[in-house]
């Protein structure tokens, strides 16, 4: 399988892949295991992954698949619509809250380009 897009981490990761690299080791593998373990397309499991951070409402998973699914190919109005399609499941506050989250990525320029 191809590995996605390799951007920046975010600030948190990146002290703890630098502080311990066998931890962050085992996080990327488990993750690309996770990945491997069924049918779904890598775009795909990027909108899940941006959709359950969306749900989760964790505002740095959002800004991180929001950059990584850019990078990858995603287009602003496909993160955008994952937010529309959490209205109904996460209430109308939540989803703008995500929105704006993705938008702090999606207008920084950082989206697609981020190294």
Sequence with gaps: MKRPVRVKLPSGAARIAKRHPKIWSAYEELGAACADAGPLDARTRRLVKLALAVASQSEGAVHSHTRRGTAEGLTREECLHVTILA????????????????????ESGKAANES
């Excluded at 209205?87 to 939540?94: D, E, F, V, Y």
């Design 87 to 106: 209205i109904s499941s996460i209430g109308l506050a939540k989803a703008v809250a995500a929105m704006t989250w993705m938008e702090d990525v999606l």
